[in-house]
Structure formats: C-alpha cells, structure tokens
C-alpha cells in the first residue's frame, strides 16, 4: 500500500483521522504548517504522544512534511517532492480555513479554501497522484431547505457565508480536476467533541453559543437559587433541528471508508439520522451555563428592546447566522450503506451536557505544546 499524504492533520478532524488511519496500519505522511513556536515535527510528536496517552500504546508515526497549502508545490523542495512521487499514491484532503466571512479575495477563507484547493491539485498533477479524498462540508447546501441528496452539488444554491461559497467552489474544483481519477467525498454537518471523552481542541459553532452564554452568565451574580435568573429571549422556535456529529464518529466512518476500495469513489454526507432540536441545545446551554429565564421568541423574529445581555449574545453570535435556522433534511443513503455498523451516537441531553461540561472545564482553550494528561485517569 502506498503512503495516503493528509494535510489539515492538526486539526480537530485531521488528528483524529491520522489516530484512525495509523491505527488500521495505514502508511501516513502529513503536511503541516510550523507555528511560531513549534516546527512541524513538533506539532505531530505532541499530537501523537497525546493519541499514545489515551490508547496506552505507541501508534505509528507519519513522515512529517512541513509545507503549507497556499506556496507553489505546497512549499515543499525537490526532494521532497521526488520522494512524494515514489511513494504516496493518495491525498486526503482536510485542511481549510473556518472563517465565515472575509474582508477581500485574498484573504480567508478564499486563499486556504479554493487557492489551497488549486495549489493541493497541482501538487497531485505534478507528483502523479490520482487518488483523492476531499472534506467537503454538507453545508455547501448553503441555505436550501427540503431533502438534501449526497449526488447534489452546484444547483444554483445560496449560501450562506463566504466559507459555504468557498466549499462549494472547492468541490467543483476537485469534482472538475480531470487528473483525479478516483474522488471521494466527504461531507460532514457541524463537529462536535468526541463523543466517549468530550475532547475538542477547537470551540466554533456549538461552542461559540456556550462560550459566550457561559461567559455572560460568569459576569453576574445567581440568585438564592444559585443560578443566575436571565430573562432572555431567543430567535428560534424550539423545533428546528441541528446536525451535531461527534468528531470520533466523523473520522470513524472516514476511515472506514478509505480503507475500503470498494466504497471509493461516492460522496458521503455524514450527518446523524436524529438531529437535535434547537429546544435541547437551549436546555443544555441553561443548565450548563447555570441561567434561568429565557423563552423562544420565534424563528427569526427581530427583538423589540433587547436587554444588555441578548444585544451582547446577538452581536456575538452574528457570525452564525445561518446556523441559527432550521436545517435541511440531509440522505446520508451512502453513509449507511457503507458503514452500517458504525451508527452515529445519538447526541441526547446527556451527552450535550457531558460535551459541554468538557469546554468549560477546558475553560473554551487548548494548547498542544502544554503537556496533557485529558481524560486520562
Ligand atoms: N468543524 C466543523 O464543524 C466542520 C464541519 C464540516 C466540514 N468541516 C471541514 O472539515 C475539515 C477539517 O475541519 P476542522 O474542524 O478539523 O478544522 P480545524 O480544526 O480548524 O483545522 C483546520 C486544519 O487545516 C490546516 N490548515 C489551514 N490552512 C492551512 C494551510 N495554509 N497550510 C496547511 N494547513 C492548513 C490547519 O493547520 P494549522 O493547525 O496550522 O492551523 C488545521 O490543521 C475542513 O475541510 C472543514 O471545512 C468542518
């Protein structure tokens, strides 16, 4: 078996695909970025001491490559390149940038999403690699509403953000390059934490909302009740659903899939069967954020006379704007054919508020150059 090339792989999604794919003995090199403070060796062997600590043996180690996505030739020598050449034959593609909105063409998320797109694409031109794996997002749906099948892709949709437009425009990249002779797909709807340890070492989406409702909640004082009364109303109704999806069960099925030819080639939307209703993501964040007293306005009813607080949620929580809707119906008919036995878990109350414990305990940061002991006992 050739070497499966991975960028992203110190991401949320990525470090869990390389604990996956190193597990099932496959051959891993990855490209990263150095930091300010670390190369990117050091990056990987603190991601790797860390998976090491949690399943109490030591997993194989990729060949690292420290490059970027954005430089010609992923600003990798000719050496490099020579050996990418000889000995990696697939790409799984999944770094990207999560900015929701840009300022300009050239800045985030176009340059990472469709300019790190092109540049990863020549690369496989150049290197003769045909194999491809990209990590699409379900949301290149952008604001459809209806059943969502895993075959659609450009129908004259509006999305919903700059990152959804960049995804999408990343997907027709990939779909239209004629050198890629095998692609596949993957669409994940919004990650959360790992399902069995709450670990996360990123806090967007979901997490933004408790961060910020925790964080306002921790300015002021509770109640004789010990919690905190915050007459507060949201912009919902209750009813809306929303695809949260574990991290280890994303990259669980990934895996799954890339080590099994024969489901190659698809797109795959990986999305829970039972989303969670926006009623239980408001209980999980009153409780977690020990507040009382807020009520459903309505699904986007604007506020007469915000208070302080909803003004300073709402102000905040912009970014996520077409996130606070209703999703779509997404068919994850691919998922389920082709890893039946690998059902999302269920995300009820208490697993929510177990995830959300974690962020706060985490107090919403993370730092692999600290050394860690998570969830280790
Ligand atoms: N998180 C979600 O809810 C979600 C949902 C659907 C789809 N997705 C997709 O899933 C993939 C992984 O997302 P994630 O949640 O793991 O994101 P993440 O935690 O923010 O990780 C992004 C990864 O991309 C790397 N990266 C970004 N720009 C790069 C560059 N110029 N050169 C090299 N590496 C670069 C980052 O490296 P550094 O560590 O150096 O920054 C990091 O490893 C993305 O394609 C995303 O669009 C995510």
């Known amino acids: 078996m050739g070497y499966h090339l991975i960028t992203g792989a110190t991401g949320l999604l990525g470090r869990y695909l390389i604990r996956d794919l190193a ?32 399943m109490g043996r030591e997993l194989p180690r990729p060949v690292v490559l420290e490059g970027n996505i954005n430089e010609e030739n992923l600003g990798l020598s000719t050496k490099q390149l020579e050996w990418v050449s000889q000995n990696v034959d697939r790409v799984l593609h999944s770094a990207a940038s999560l900015s929701f909105y840009s300022t300009s063409q050239e800045s985030e998320p176009w340059r990472s999403n469709v300019g790190g797109v092109k540049k990863v694409l020549d690369f496989c031109k150049t290197t003769g690699i045909k194999k491809f794996d990209h990590v699409s997002t379900a949301y290149v749906c952008g604001l459809r509403t209806g059943r969502i099948m895993e075959s659609d892709v450009d129908v004259g949709q509006e999305p919903g953000n700059d990152y959804e437009r960049s995804k999408l425009q990343a997907e027709l990249l990939v779909r239209g ?45 509770p109640d004789e009740t010990g919690r905190l009364y915050a007459k507060s109303r949201f912009t919902l109704d209750g009813d809306e659903s929303k695809n949260l999806i574990p991290v280890d069960w994303v990259s669980a099925v990934m ?83 082709a890893a039946p036995h690998l059902p999302c878990p269920h995300i009820d109350r208490e697993l929510l508020t177990r995830l959300s414990q974690v962020a706060i305990d985490m107090n919403f940061s993370w730092n692999d150059r600290t050394p860690h002991r998570f969830g280790v006992t």
């Open 255 to 337: 895996a799954y899939i890339i080590t099994h030819p024969k489901h190659h080639g698809k797109t795959y939307h990986l999305t829970p069967l039972n989303p969670v209703q926006s009623r239980l993501v408001h209980d999980v964040l009153q409780w977690t954020c020990n507040f009382y007293g807020s009520e459903f306005a309505g699904a986007g009813v604007e506020l007469e006379d915000p208070s302080e607080v909803e003004r300073l949620f709402y102000d905040h929580i912009r970014v996520y704007n077409s996130y606070w809707r209703d999703d779509p119906v997404f068919d994850s008919t691919n998922t389920q054919t």
């Open 177 to 221: 390059a004629e050198h890629i002779e095998s692609l596949t797909v993957f669409r994940p709807a919004i990650i959360i934490g790992d399902s069995k340890t709450g670990f996360t070492n990123t806090f967007h989406g979901f997490y933004a909302a408790l961060q910020l409702g925790h964080t306002l909640t921790q300015m002021q004082t």
């Open 23 to 54: 597990s099932a003995g496959v051959p891993l090199a990855v490209l990263v970025r150095p930091t300010r403070r670390m190369t990117a060796d050091q990056r990987i062997d603190m991601i790797m001491g860390f998976w090491d600590d949690q």
